[in-house]
């Protein structure tokens, strides 16, 4: 059974820091890209990070610069330090397996995702 597990959400107050992790089973980890998104009340899921199986990363405008993906092959596990956090970077995060990856949009085909973390940036 393919489990993504996500932890290390919370409440933080704008222009402070988080990480999330989202530790990985049920599947062969380095077979897989890695990425992040989130969902905002009222709008759509958008990828907002990803890391291929080889390390390459890709990050969309909105938090490059301030957010930095990572992956650990021997614990299977894939973070993502979240620095200089805005009020706008409120959203329910979600971890995800991908098949494929590209340098423009990141990971696509989505295999599995976790069940999803709240972060929740105050001003």
């Known amino acids: 059974q393919v489990q993504l597990v996500e932890s290390g959400g919370g409440s933080v107050q704008s222009g402070g820091s988080l990480r999330l992790s989202c530790t990985v089973s049920g599947l062969r980890f380095d077979g897989y890209q890695m990425g992040w998104f989130r969902q905002a009340p009222g709008k759509e899921r958008e990828g907002i990070s990803c890391i291929s199986a080889s390390g390459i990363t890709y990050y969309t405008d909105v938090v490059k610069g301030r957010f930095t993906i990572s992956r650990n092959s021997a614990e299977s596990s894939v973070s993502l330090q979240m620095d200089s956090l805005k009020p706008e970077d409120t959203a329910m995060y979600y971890c995800?397996?991908?098949?494929?990856?590209?340098?423009?949009?990141?990971?696509?085909?989505?295999?599995?995702w976790g069940r999803g973390i709240q972060v929740t940036v105050s001003s």
């Open positions: 995800a397996a991908a098949l494929s990856f590209n340098t423009r949009n990141g990971c696509g085909q989505i295999k599995s």
